[in-house]
């Protein structure tokens, strides 16, 4: 069968920008994946997908005008109910098979055309049939429904159109825009498919201002991108008006000089893409005056409010241009660059002015305003928990450094959420922290202390920076602690995908604090440390909190790379320190890839189940009780072996205290091929548990090791 190439285009109103690319991925995968359902594209066909503010559309190759026809079989009933004692067919059955469409004029030839075949215990009759293959315009119309049906549209609108029936009137279509058009082209055929009241043709629009002609006609399927260039002044590929953009980015900035480059910003890129239909890069500026504010400020109001790319020179300051990415190319940009000039300086303006307002009061002449912002209804204000994540960094600033971590600590936590309190971080929340760095310098708090302010948010986000300095770990400890215990003390705890206060970022954060940075607190004794600092204000959760940390380090392990094997061995002791686990991966990954290692895993599971049925076993031996040579054997190599390796364990040589043991293979083989464990006499037993049971803590001090057999 011959094949054309099909082209779908839907045009419409401005799409939502941040979801644009998203909906693109979307029609085009759905339509594809409808069609090759159907038979009517290969499993191979290439799939295009085309997003710009106006349009949807999807390119795909290889599409047939009529499906392949298929051979079917269908169970039409078991034997006993479809034929009687004599074998005819029975009116139930003659019944199904005219509802089939097959010729039941000879009923006998009806019944032998059928197919006999087991079907569990009773045998049933099979009818084969052929189906006719789907024609390209009902397959059309079926996948074109099922992808405007799958769209991840954000939010419906409703709107009206004129019917096109004899009898004037209005129908209500729900889409997330007004559509205008529909292009449906099979090679250079049109495709009459229908939706959302339109009928497909082959027509579109271009640009909303820069179109060379209006409408712009395709006249083949595989020429949509070319002609909606050339003619309409689009560029329809999202993939490529981004690139676009970026090389213009590039350009400007090289051209401003100095070592300039746009700001980077991913998701600001995917939006600004979605905003125009052919690019057009300006440089722009503004009075170097503004520069005098903090430059995360003047970044955020350029990116959130206007969608502007900022220059940062070669030393990473902002400097007084930005780029702005315009949807028109008129011969003289100035009115453009002016306008774009005009209207970002009352925005940087009122950043100047909340930072000029917001250094007339200091961090501390704000600690007591926490007290009337309510932080959660069970768990107080903003003052309350302000003073329990005082007490916590204090705690942990004492254990972990004495007294001057302490002190400094807690004046880190006691100022940190005060500018929440600011003008700045009232119109712009992502600076909190941020800010709260600048106004600490400003009134003249040490750059330990200011520099833990502003980082005890951190890590934000997965990848992000871990605080800089001593006190900012130690605070940003004490945060994620404070929301931890306090909100797993009141029952929110997340569920499946929600996860409203984000504890599962704040878990994460402590994992990596204390892994990264090595901290000389184990993971049960900060929670201890946090949890009286609540009084009655929580009840139990504890437990819960646990396991929730543990899992989320177990996790975050896999995705770095270690087997699961390895992450349950380590994991099963819950280790106290998460600065070591890594250390005990790497031993456990080192120990596995012995040749002793697969027969010391197993006998450990069976060491493991022998003690947990013996119920509590006191390590203990008397040499004097040793009967068989391979008890003795085996006690003997201990004697020798077990001090080393506990020794290496101690000095935190954990890969080498797992080889050591490695050496136990042979006489462990030997012990449960020759000695009775469980002998009747009690004190015999009782030994041999005991050298058992000494065995087995010694094989575990690092990881269980029978997580490892297979």
């Keep these: 069968m011959t094949t054309q190439n099909l082209l779908v285009e839907l045009f419409v109103e401005e799409l939502p920008p941040k979801v644009l690319n998203k909906l693109g991925a979307a029609f085009a995968g759905v339509l594809a994946e409808q069609l090759k359902a159907q038979g009517l594209a290969a499993a191979d066909a290439v799939v295009t997908a085309f997003a710009s503010p106006r349009r949807l559309a999807a390119h795909v190759t290889g599409v047939l005008a009529q499906g392949a026809d298929k051979a079917v079989q269908q169970k039409l009933m078991p034997v006993a109910v479809g034929l009687d004692a004599a074998g005819n067919a029975t009116p139930a059955l003659l019944k199904k098979l005219q509802a089939l469409g097959a010729d039941v004029s000879d009923p006998a030839a009806a019944v032998a055309a059928l197919k006999r075949a087991p079907d569990g215990k009773a045998e049933a009759l099979f009818y084969d049939s052929i189906v006719k293959g789907a024609s390209l315009q009902a397959g059309l119309q079926k996948a074109l429904e099922e992808a405007l049906a799958k769209l991840p ?39 009459p498919v229908k939706a ?60 401003v000089g100095g070592g300039c480059q746009p700001i980077e910003d991913e998701a600001l890129l995917d939006e600004v893409t979605a905003l125009v239909e052919r690019p057009n890069v300006l440089t722009c500026q503004f009075e170097t005056e503004f520069l005098g504010v903090p430059q995360e400020c003047l970044i955020l109001t350029m990116k959130a409010n206007q969608k502007y790319f900022p220059l940062i020179d070669a030393s990473s300051k902002l400097t007084n241009r930005f780029l702005v990415v315009s949807n028109i190319t008129p011969d003289d940009a100035s009115l453009v660059i002016g306008g774009n000039e005009r209207v970002v300086r009352p925005r940087l303006a009122d950043a100047k002015f909340f930072f000029d307002q917001d250094r007339k009061k200091t961090l501390e002449s704000r600690v007591d305003g926490l007290s009337k912002v309510v932080y959660h209804n069970k768990l107080g ?5 302000m003073a329990r994540v005082c007490a916590i960094a204090k705690a942990i600033g004492q254990q972990v450094g004495g007294d001057a971590l302490a002190a400094q600590a807690e004046q880190a936590a006691r100022l940190a959420k005060t500018d929440l309190l600011t003008d700045m971080v009232g119109e712009f929340p992502e600076l909190q922290g941020i800010m709260g760095g600048y106004y600490a310098r400003h009134d003249g708090l040490s750059g330990e202390v200011a520099e833990a302010i502003e980082d005890h948010y951190k890590p934000r986000f997965a990848g992000d920076e871990l605080p800089r300095n001593h006190a900012g770990l130690v605070v940003a400890l004490a945060d994620k602690l404070e929301t931890l215990v306090g909100m797993f003390g009141i029952g929110n705890v997340p569920t499946g995908d929600k996860d409203p206060f984000a504890l599962r970022r704040h878990a994460l954060g402590v994992i990596r604090m204390l892994i990264e940075k090595d901290v000389a607190l184990g993971l049960p004794e900060l929670l201890a440390l946090s949890a009286p600092v609540f009084g009655d204000k929580i009840s139990g959760g504890a437990e819960a909190l646990i396991d929730f ?46 040749p002793e290692s697969p027969a010391l895993a197993t006998a ?107």
Excluded at 172 to 183: C, G, M, Q, Y
Excluded at 227 to 249: H, M, N, P, T, Y
Excluded at 662 to 680: G, I, K, Q, S
């Design 153 to 191: 549209i954000p939010k419906v609108m409703q709107y009206q159109l004129e019917t096109d029936c004899e009898l004037p009137g209005w129908s209500s279509v729900n889409f997330v825009r007004p559509a205008h058009s529909l292009i449906a082209l099979h090679g250079s055929t049109v495709v």
């Design 196 to 255: 959302l009241g339109l009928t497909a043709g082959n027509s579109t629009q271009g640009h909303r201002f820069e179109a060379k002609v209006s409408p712009v006609v395709l006249p083949h399927a595989d020429q949509y991108d070319e002609v909606l260039k050339r003619d309409g002044s689009v560029i329809a590929s999202f993939a490529e008006r981004r690139a676009e953009i970026v090389r213009q980015l590039q350009a400007a900035a090289a051209k």
């Design 381 to 385: 204000t903003q003052g309350e928990r």
């Design 549 to 594: 940390i543990y899992d989320r380090l177990s996790g975050s392990l896999r995705e770095q790379g270690f087997s699961a094997q390895e992450v349950d061995a380590v994991m099963a002791l819950r280790p106290s320190r998460l600065g070591q686990v890594n250390q005990c991966l790497s031993a456990v990954r080192a120990f596995a890839a012995l």
């Design 604 to 710: 450990n599971k069976r060491i493991g189940n022998i003690l947990k049925k013996a119920g509590e076993v006191d390590a203990h031996v008397n040499p004097a009780l040793l009967q068989e040579d391979a008890e003795k054997g085996l006690y003997a190599v201990m004697q020798k072996l077990l001090p080393e390796s506990e020794a290496q364990f101690k000095a935190g040589d954990y890969t080498a205290s797992l080889q050591t043991l490695a050496v136990l293979r042979a006489p462990v083989d030997a012990f449960f091929d020759d000695v009775m464990v469980n002998a009747e006499e009690m004190d015999l037993r009782l030994n041999r548990q005991g050298l058992l049971k000494s065995l087995h803590v010694a094989m575990n001090r690092v990881a269980d090791l029978s997580r490892l057999a297979a």
